[in-house]
C-alpha cells in the first residue's frame, strides 16, 4: 500500500524558513516524480513544486520560485520541500504527492499545515 | 501558464440526478486532465485521467470526456457518498488546477 506521510509543519515566521518532510512506503519512491501540492484554508488546490525520480530535475510555481526548494533522499524514501522567506501567503496545508512519468498525480498524503504569522 | 477554468462553483442536485462539471483549458492540453474528489478533511482522490480512463477502484457512475480545451466530468446518478468537492487538473505543461466545484444535496 502506498503511503506518504509529511511532517514538519507549524509555525513559521514571516522572512523565516521550515522544511517540511514526506516519508514513502509501499511502493519503490526512487523510480518516482514526487509533487508538492498546497491548499490554503477553504480555499482550492495549488500545484507548488516537482522533483523527478533520481533528483536531478526540479521545477516550481511562480509563487514559490526563489524562495522554496525540492530535493529528495532516496536512499531514505524522504521527500523535502525547504521553504525559505516565507510569506502570510504561503500559511496552507502542504501535500506531498506521488506522481508518474505521465505527471498523473496519483497518491497523496494527507498535508502538514503550514503557518506563517509573527 | 495554462489557466483552467472550471463551472460551475457549486452545485445542487438530488439523489439520483445526473451531474456535470466543465472544465476549459486557456490552450490546448491534448488529453492531459485529471479529475479529483476531496471530501472535507481529507486529501484528493484521483478519480479520472488522461480526460477518460477510470482510476482502478472508481465506482462506474463517474466519467469523463474531452479533448484539447474543453472537459467534462459526469456523475450518472448521484449518490449521498458523492458529496465532495471536485477538480480538474491539467498536467501537459507543469501543473493547474481548476478553481473547483462543490457538490451538495438537494
Known amino acids: 500500500e502506498v503511503q506518504l506521510v509529511e511532517s514538519g509543519g507549524g509555525l513559521g515566521q514571516p522572512g523565516g524558513s521550515l522544511r517540511l518532510s514526506c516519508s514513502a512506503s509501499?511502493?519503490?519512491?526512487?523510480?518516482?516524480?514526487m509533487h508538492w501540492v498546497r491548499q490554503h484554508p477553504g480555499k482550492g488546490l495549488e500545484w507548488v513544486s516537482r522533483?523527478?525520480?533520481?533528483?536531478?530535475?526540479?521545477d516550481y510555481a511562480d509563487s514559490v520560485k526563489g524562495r522554496f526548494t525540492i530535493y529528495r533522499d532516496n536512499a531514505k524514501n524522504t521527500l523535502y520541500l525547504q521553504l525559505n522567506s516565507l510569506r502570510a501567503e504561503d500559511t496552507a496545508l502542504y501535500y506531498c504527492?506521488?506522481?508518474?512519468?505521465?505527471?498523473?498525480?496519483?497518491?497523496w498524503g494527507q498535508g502538514t499545515p503550514v503557518t506563517v504569522s509573527s | 501558464d495554462i489557466q483552467m477554468t472550471q463551472s460551475p462553483s457549486s452545485l445542487s442536485a438530488s439523489v439520483g440526478d445526473r451531474v456535470t462539471i466543465t472544465c476549459q483549458a486557456s490552450?490546448?492540453?491534448?488529453?492531459?486532465l485529471s479529475w479529483y474528489q476531496q471530501k472535507p478533511g481529507k486529501a484528493p482522490n484521483l478519480l479520472i485521467y488522461d480526460a477518460s480512463f477510470l482510476e482502478t477502484g472508481v465506482p462506474s457512475r463517474f466519467s469523463g470526456t474531452g479533448s484539447g480545451t474543453y472537459f467534462t466530468f459526469t456523475i450518472s446518478s448521484l449518490q449521498p457518498e458523492d458529496i465532495a468537492t471536485y477538480y480538474c487538473h491539467q498536467y501537459e505543461t507543469l501543473h493547474t488546477f481548476g478553481q473547483g466545484t462543490k457538490l451538495e444535496i438537494k
Open positions: 509501499g511502493f519503490s519512491f526512487s523510480n518516482y516524480w
Open positions: 504527492a506521488r506522481g508518474d512519468t505521465s505527471m498523473i498525480i496519483q497518491y
Open positions: 490552450q490546448d492540453i491534448a488529453t492531459y
Open positions: 522533483i523527478n525520480a533520481d533528483g536531478s530535475h526540479t
